[in-house]
Structure formats: C-alpha cells, structure tokens
C-alpha cells in the first residue's frame, strides 16, 4: 500500500506555540519524504523534505522528526506565527525507483491565533 | 523567481463537454506533472510526462485523460467528455531533469466546475 495517513485534520495554536504535525506511511519503498504548505486560492509549496537516512532535519522555524522503525515523520513548527497559517500536507515519493508520483497525505490545516 | 503559470483560473463547464487544462511549466524543467484536489480533499497524482511521453499514471488517469506537449512551453491537460466528478481543483507541477532534482514546483492551480 502506498498511503500516507496524517494527523490531526486540523490544528489551532496560539502565536509563539509549537505546532505539531504527525504522518505515517505504509510503503518501507519511500525514500523521500516532503511537506508542502498550501494557503487558500494557491498550489502546494514545497516547505521542507528528508530522506529515510537521517533522523531530523530542521530548516529555520520548520523541522522534520524521523522514525524509521516506527514508518513516521513529523512537521515541527517552532514559535508560530500567524502568517503560518495553511494547510500543511506531508507526502511520500519511491524516489530510487524513477518513479516521481507524490502520494499526499490528507492534509492539517493549521491555524495560529494571534 | 521562475514559477509553473496555469489557465484558466476557473474553468466552469456542461457533464460531456470537452475541456484542455492550460500549463506552463518552469522552462528548464523536463518532467511535467497533473494532480487533482477534489474539494476537501488530499491532493492525488494523475499523470507524469517526461520525453513526450507518459512516463507514470494513476488509476485516475482513464481513457478520458490525455496529456500533450504541443510546443515547447505549454503541457495541456484534456478531458474528453466531463461528469459531475471530474469537479476539483487541478494542479501543474514540474521538475528539473537531474535524477537528484525531485523536488515538484506546483502551479496555482485550475478549479474546474463541471454542471
């Protein structure tokens, strides 16, 4: 199975707070795993990516939490702002495969109070 | 900032008419993309076009489908004869060609109304 199942559906949080947001996938094929941010009326943006080798990655504000053996990955977002507000998805991609369909998680929509 | 440019914005149709979803992705990018967000929904992968030809596809992707690189700037998203549940936000995206270049550039998007 290829799913990506993520969580919570949606998220509020108060200005400065840590948001949290956790995926867990299925396929032990994927290789590259990235979060997109996505605001209303736009496409999904490209945020932050990790590969299975590595256990975090943190760029600015954002970091991603890797659990191989546990087959999850989570989206810290340190001192939230209120222009973080989006929807965020995680995805899964069989990057060493060639093959480059993305398979999205459901999506969190975050929205950080002022 | 080079960015993938999509039209219409909203494209608003009839159940069995013909529509061509417009995209032009970041020039120096070889690997084309379509995904579709059903309203509320995750974003899900159609297609992938690479060499002028499909190189992926999902189930989704029926006879009804078709993608085209008609010059050297526009990829074109056909759907041949729409029903009520082809209505979603539609997205372009591209890629670089290098092997390590995986990272997918998406479009704003086309909402597409089928009535």
């Known amino acids: 199975q290829q799913q990506v199942k993520q969580s919570p559906q949606s998220l509020i949080v108060q200005k400065g707070g840590i948001s949290i947001i956790n995926c867990a996938y299925e396929n032990t094929a994927f290789d590259y795993f990235p979060w997109y941010q996505q605001f209303p009326g736009k496409g999904p943006a490209l945020l932050i990516a990790?590969?299975?080798?590595?256990s975090e990655k943190k760029e600015g504000r954002f970091t991603i939490s890797f659990n191989k053996s546990a087959k999850q990955f989570s989206l810290h977002i340190m001192d939230s702002q209120p222009g973080d507000s989006a929807t965020y998805f995680c995805?899964?991609?069989?990057?060493?495969?060639?093959?480059?369909?993305?398979?999205f998680g459901s999506g969190t929509r975050l929205q950080v109070q002022p | 900032e080079p960015e993938v440019t999509q039209t219409p914005s909203h494209q608003v149709t009839q159940m069995g008419q013909e529509v061509i979803l417009r995209c032009v992705p970041i020039?120096?990018?070889?690997?084309f993309y379509w995904y579709r967000q059903i309203l509320g929904q995750k974003v899900e992968f159609l297609v992938s076009?690479?060499?002028?030809?499909?190189?992926?596809k999902s189930e989704i992707f029926d006879d009804q489908f078709s993608v085209e690189r008609p010059d050297g700037s526009n990829f074109t998203l056909k759907i041949r004869s729409t029903k009520l549940e082809d209505s979603a936000m539609y997205f372009c995206a591209s890629s670089a060609r290098a092997v390590s270049s995986y990272e997918q550039y998406f479009g704003p998007g086309t909402r597409l109304t089928v009535t």
């Open positions: 995805a899964g991609l069989l990057l060493d495969t060639g093959r480059r369909a993305l398979t």
């Open positions: 990790i590969r299975p080798d590595v």
């Open positions: 020039s120096n990018h070889l690997y």
């Open positions: 076009f690479y060499n002028n030809e499909i190189s992926e």
